[in-house]
């Protein structure tokens, strides 16, 4: 009887496609997981530096916001690590906007903070609607 002992080439072949095959699975599900990480670090920067900037308006007095746009509707502000885009033609990509009259019937003024950011995969975009309701109004 002639019995063979080891590995023909043909096992060694389907042994190194099937292995080959799933470290090209693995290392592409860890190029995924890391664009979606970054993804989501660019998201969750945008969202905080938005509700930092509604805290920022919160905390002003009726006269100081009503001060700062009389003139302006909207300022812009810097959010680390985020680039803005390119076709926006601001140099920031924080921008909060006076989407109302200075004064309302019942002393409201409607905000907008948006951020807007450059990614790889294009332009993303933040944004919250804020109600600024002026205190102590008396009509």
């Not at 799933?22 to 995924?32: E, I, Q, V």
């Not at 970054?38 to 530096?49: C, L, Q, V, W, Y």
Request: net charge neutral.
């Amino acid at each position: 009887m002639n019995h063979r002992i080891g590995i023909s080439l043909i096992e060694v072949m389907a042994a190194s496609t099937i292995l080959a095959i799933g470290l090209g699975s693995t290392f592409s599900a860890m190029g995924t997981a890391d664009a979606t990480r970054r993804r989501t670090e660019d998201r969750n920067a945008a969202i905080f530096e938005c509700q930092n900037q509604i805290e920022i308006l919160q905390a002003k007095g009726n006269d100081e916001i009503y001060r700062q746009f009389a003139t302006n509707s909207s300022f812009s502000f810097p959010v680390t690590g985020l680039t803005p885009p390119s076709d926006a033609g601001r140099t920031n990509a924080g921008i909060v906007e006076k989407l109302s009259p200075s004064t309302t019937v019942y002393g409201c003024t409607t905000f907008r903070v948006r951020c807007d950011y450059q990614t790889a995969g294009g332009v993303e975009s933040v944004q919250f609607i804020y109600l600024y309701t002026r205190r102590n109004y008396g009509g």
